[in-house]
């Protein structure tokens, strides 16, 4: 699930970009309203996070503006907690409102909360072959026998499942898991696929995780 983040706050804004990306999201960051505006109409997201109180253009009137556009589903966070300021955000278009401080987890649920009312087309659980993925409770399985990966091999076997039959490179990759550009020499996914295809592939019959050399890895059936 791809996310914007609209916050200045520095602690908070990486705060999220962590927490979030820890939970398997993908997640882009604006530190602005004018570059969170932007990046809001140009990108694909499938929720967006935005404060209020931002330099450039404030939360109410990037939303204003992309309501112009686009229906994304968006959360307002705000250290305002009068009822008229969450009228006001839910009056220009917002889907959701969280007051600061807030519990991360809360956040996350509405997320997904947003996603699944918004009519999100990526589906709770993937299945290809035998192997079961589920991207709300963040586990796997393979012939009904749990997967047990870390949180990173859980990032990447989402986005290989995501886009299963989809060839994706290094490159790409990289910048879906890892949220980095990296040079072609650089080992970072190599190394990760290679473990992952140790838990995913290594007791079955059936392999999955298949390399294309010069190109990259597809996660795909070939038995079909």
């Known amino acids: 699930m791809r996310v914007l983040i609209i916050e200045d706050e520095a602690k908070t804004a990486d705060y999220l970009h962590r927490g979030l ?27 967006i996070v935005l404060d209020v109180m931002l330099p450039g253009l ?30 006001h955000g839910l009056r220009e278009g917002a889907d959701d409102y969280l007051g600061k401080p807030f519990s991360f987890l809360e956040l996350v649920a509405r997320l997904q909360a947003l996603t699944r009312r918004g009519g999100a087309h990526e589906p709770v659980q993937i299945q290809v072959a035998d192997l079961w993925v589920d991207l709300i409770s963040r586990k796997a399985s393979r ?24 060839i994706l490179s290094k490159t790409a990759i990289a910048e879906l898991v890892w949220d980095i550009n990296f040079d072609s020499d650089a080992n970072v ?33 070939r038995a079909d």
Do not use: C, W
Request: no cysteine; glycine share 10%; proline share 2%.
């Open 143 to 166: 012939a009904g026998q749990r997967l047990e990966l870390t949180a990173k091999e859980f990032s990447l076997l989402s986005v290989l499942a995501r886009r299963h039959g989809e």
């Open 21 to 47: 990306s820890e939970q398997g999201f993908t997640v882009d960051l604006a530190r602005d309203g004018i570059d969170g505006l932007h990046m809001a109409l140009e990108g694909d997201y499938a929720v």
């Open 58 to 87: 404030d939360g109410y009137g990037v939303l204003r503006a992309l309501r112009a556009r686009k229906q994304t589903p968006v959360i307002m966070l705000t250290a305002r907690e009068r009822v008229e300021d969450r009228i």
């Open 189 to 221: 996914v190599e190394v990760a696929i290679k473990r992952l295809r140790a838990k995913l592939d290594g007791p079955f019959e059936t392999k999955l995780l298949h390399t294309i050399r010069g190109m990259g890895y597809v996660l795909e059936n």
